[in-house]
């Protein structure tokens, strides 16, 4: 009976110790931790007019050259567009029917600068976001743009 009893005893001592050397997986980073990790700077811009046979304006192209955004984690954010720098909020938006790597962010909801950005093909460290700009009533220009985070 102690021979059984120790065999058992010796079993239940292998198998915790066997069970602890285990790697477990690391939970996975939430939409916060990768957008808060790093500065996302732009990589690639296409800016397209919503009318007919008009170019996007030089000055608008020339500001979005080069383009960097730190997104805090208490929804705030530094945005560096050719060198002048700016700061306001960010929040993420219900994803109610969207594709998994996919969702909307508002920036600076309820001002007047107010924008909607959205992105797709988001991955860890890589992103392409597509928003639009309003220069007049009857004037638009769509904005896509390809980012990477840095540092």
């Known amino acids: ?81 050719s060198g002048v720098i700016s700061s306001g909020t960010w929040g993420c938006m219900d994803k109610m029917g969207m594709m998994k790597n996919e969702f909307y962010m508002i920036l600076d909801a309820g001002t007047v600068n107010e924008t909607f950005w959205l992105f797709y093909e988001f991955e860890e460290g890589t992103c392409k976001i597509s928003t639009q700009k309003t220069l007049d009533s009857n004037y638009e220009i769509f904005i896509w743009m390809e980012m990477t985070q840095v540092q």
């Open 1 to 81: 009976m102690k021979k059984g009893t120790f065999n058992v005893l010796f079993l239940i001592f292998l198998m915790v110790n066997l069970y602890s050397c285990i790697e477990k997986d690391d939970p996975e980073p939430t939409l916060k931790d990768i957008l808060t990790a790093k500065t996302w700077e732009l990589n690639k811009i296409n800016l397209i007019s919503s009318r007919i046979n008009w170019l996007v304006p030089d000055e608008l192209r020339d500001q979005y050259k080069t383009l960097q955004i730190t997104f805090q984690p208490d929804g705030t954010y530094t945005k560096i567009v």
